[in-house]
């Protein structure tokens, strides 16, 4: 790098400290000069931050320790701006790795917060908002407050109350389906989630298309020709806690899947309500490309998959329901898969990959921009031109922060973003 600043913004401000502590007490030992990586993994699509630790066991310190599954993780990493995060995750799981011909091993700590102990200990058993009907956003804060010991943050709302029996389903599980019925004011797809706030793990409750609407977060330069002729002038803004940073590695293994969007229903779907009770069902067709950020994905495609389209109008989903409105209020979920799935559909297709600098503040539903300068056909930057394709705002699906430990510091980012419109 050039000698403007002494500081790296790819190494973590201090040296990150993991430690082995009790589940329910202190710390045992400070294992920091053994351990070589930690990657931590938070995702929409998980509801618990995931954790790897790889370490030396040359001293047989897990064997002197004797790790046996009441031990847990306790880390706290400082990216190169300074931010950090930190927390502590239960030893799910050790794999042993020989290296040196057999001669020495490496061990790998997988981790999890501690709640997952709640949620594959327990069954949810709930009867009473049968007779006294509440939100489905209210319903899933009862159970997370009684069953998983949490608080749920986040602006998740939905209009409506369902009665609704839960009969001996781990917790998660009731919640994941829960959410399926929820009704709010976005695309009526909602997600619990672990992140970092302000550096510690909390849990939080949203709905996605509510999240994708909000302004960015964070800018993701992809070179730094376009800010201008003051080299590493976006480094300088990092180091000083600017919400920008440079992209060190971009990937995209899926831009977009024209045949897997056909086939989840993204050119049209069908909802077929079978009522049970009175014996009959009701065909209700959806043709619509509902986006967030963007616009309608394929046009074409999709005009064309629509003028030879089968009886369901190419993907169906079968709802079995109770019709007998005097005794079960219709919950109308009809109206949840209308509006979720062509946009989870473009969500699971248009998918990018980049590495950045350490980004501590950033976890899985923000959204972030990336700005990126055209090319030529050589690979030159063109002075002053934008890349249509690339430069727009995306939603965080997923976050990996991994950072070493002394003698390497270094702290990086990966982010998994996603859009569901062209633009």
């Known amino acids: ?12 401000r201090r040296a990150a400290r993991v430690e082995l502590h009790e589940l329910l007490g202190g710390k045992i030992e400070d294992i920091s000069p053994y351990v070589s990586k930690v990657t931590v993994n938070s995702s929409l699509d998980s509801p618990f931050i995931g954790v790897t630790v790889t370490m030396s066991d040359n001293d047989e310190i897990l064997d002197r320790i004797k790790v046996d599954g009441d031990v847990a993780v306790v880390f706290r990493a400082h990216a190169g701006n300074d931010d950090f995060i930190n927390g502590k995750f239960h030893i799910n799981s050790i794999s042993f790795i020989p290296q040196n011909n057999r001669k020495t091993n490496a061990a790998q700590l997988n981790c999890i917060s501690l709640e997952h102990i709640h949620n594959a200990s327990q069954k949810v058993q709930e009867w009473e908002y049968w007779n006294r009907p509440k939100p489905i956003v209210t319903i899933i804060k009862d159970i997370a407050r009684k069953y998983l010991a949490i608080t749920l943050k986040g602006n998740a709302r939905s209009r409506g109350a369902q009665n609704i ?25 909602y997600s619990l989630y672990q992140k970092f706030l302000d550096g510690k793990p909390e849990y939080f409750l949203d709905e996605i298309g509510t999240l994708m609407s909000q302004g960015k977060k964070w800018d993701l330069i992809y070179t730094e020709g376009n800010v201008g002729q003051v080299e590493h002038e976006i480094d300088k803004q990092y180091i000083a806690g600017s919400p920008v940073s440079k992209i060190t590695t971009f990937n995209s293994n899926s831009f977009f899947d024209a045949h897997n969007m056909i086939k989840q229903g993204y050119p049209g779907r069908t909802y077929i309500k079978m009522d049970f009770i009175n014996k009959t069902y009701e065909s209700i067709d959806n043709p619509f490309q509902h986006v967030v950020i963007g616009e309608k994905q394929m046009p074409q495609v999709v ?21 007998d409105d005097t005794y079960y209020i219709d919950p109308l979920l009809e109206d949840n898969f209308k509006r979720s799935r062509p946009v989870v559909s473009g969500l699971l297709n248009k998918r990018i990959s980049v590495v950045t600098y350490g980004c501590p503040s950033i976890g899985p539903g923000d959204t972030v921009e990336i700005q990126a300068p055209g090319s030529t056909a050589s690979g030159e930057q063109r002075s002053g031109t934008v890349n249509q394709d690339l430069s727009k705002k995306y939603l965080v699906y997923s976050v990996a922060h991994a950072f070493g430990v002394a003698p390497s510091k270094s702290f990086v980012t990966e982010l998994q973003l996603a859009s569901d419109g062209q633009r």
């Not at 029996?165 to 797809?189: F, S, V």
């Not at 003028?307 to 989903?317: H, P």
């Open 1 to 12: 790098m050039s000698n403007y600043s002494l500081v790296d913004p790819l190494v973590g």
């Open 165 to 189: 029996n839960i009969p001996k389903l781990h917790p998660m599980e009731a919640i994941t389906m829960l959410c399926q019925r929820g009704h709010g004011q976005g695309k009526n797809i």
């Open 303 to 323: 005009k064309i998959a629509q003028a030879n389209r089968d009886l369901y109008f190419n993907r169906a989903l079968y709802e079995p329901f109770n019709g």
